[in-house]
């Protein structure tokens, strides 16, 4: 019953480290995404896949890699973080053209940068 | 140009009573989904209701119902006998479909809800 599931729920970096957000989901859904969310900017799209071995960009894709090699995990790479990237990340994921394309979500990621 | 917008940054409702909480959506597709999330003060995304654009029908989950005006593009959130509980952010999403669309949702700013007793 774990539906998706990210790691870690909290990290705080220094500017230019870089780290990987992992992300896991058993409803073995095609599509997924991860999202960052800032105070009054509701949810970003950042990248998306729609299978494995597929990606796309988002809306704010800068600064953040990612990759598809099996069906279940979608990591996201900050490559050399910076204090815009402190922000809430979720990851989800969907049936993406059946049952309307409902999102489930992770439960988040509070990344701070200092 | 922003495809979800959510005016109202803030609501109040007194308890027991019904609030609309406000969204109107850009696109040109003629096949999309609408969804409505709550964010409670925890942080997870909840789902609340969905309508697609073909559906007939007004969507209704329980105390929620989803005014769907096609021709205005819009898909308000109706709450109705408002609880303490209703209490949080929310967010209203589209995604795009078949005709070039990627079938992601994006998300408006959000509208946080607060009931008071």
């Known amino acids: 019953n774990a539906g998706v599931t990210q790691t870690p729920k909290f990290q705080v970096l220094k500017t230019g480290q870089s780290m990987t957000l992992q992300c896991a989901q058993d409803?073995?859904?095609?599509?997924m995404s991860w999202y960052r969310q800032d105070p009054g900017m509701g949810l970003r799209l950042i990248h998306y896949?729609?299978?494995?071995?597929?990606?796309d960009q988002g809306e704010v894709p800068n600064g953040y890699n990612v990759s598809r090699s099996t069906t279940e995990d979608f990591p996201l790479r900050l490559l050399s973080a910076a204090p815009s990237q402190t922000s809430v990340y979720f990851c989800?994921?969907?049936?993406?053209?059946?049952?309307?394309?409902?999102?489930?979500f992770g439960e988040g990621s509070r990344l701070t940068v200092l | 140009a922003q495809k979800i917008t959510q005016t109202q940054p803030g609501m109040f409702v007194q308890e027991k009573e019904a609030v609309t909480l406000d969204c109107t959506y850009d696109?040109?597709?003629?096949?999309?989904?609408l969804f409505w999330y709550k964010q409670p003060s925890s942080g997870e995304m909840i789902f609340l209701i969905y309508?697609?654009?073909?559906?007939?029908q007004n969507a209704t989950e329980g105390r929620y119902s989803l005014n769907f005006q096609k021709a205005r593009k819009s898909a308000n959130l109706v709450i109705s006998a408002s609880q303490l509980g209703d209490s949080a952010m929310y967010f209203c999403?589209?995604?795009?479909?078949?005709?070039?669309?990627?079938?992601?949702?994006?998300f408006g700013r959000g509208t946080s809800l607060i009931v008071h007793p």
């Open positions: 309508q697609g654009s073909y559906d007939q």
């Open positions: 409803m073995n859904h095609e599509y």
């Open positions: 999403a589209m995604r795009e479909g078949p005709s070039g669309g990627s079938y992601i949702p994006t």
């Open positions: 896949s729609v299978g494995a071995g597929i990606t």
């Open positions: 696109t040109s597709d003629p096949s999309y989904g």
């Open positions: 989800a994921s969907s049936l993406g053209t059946g049952s309307g394309g409902e999102l489930f």
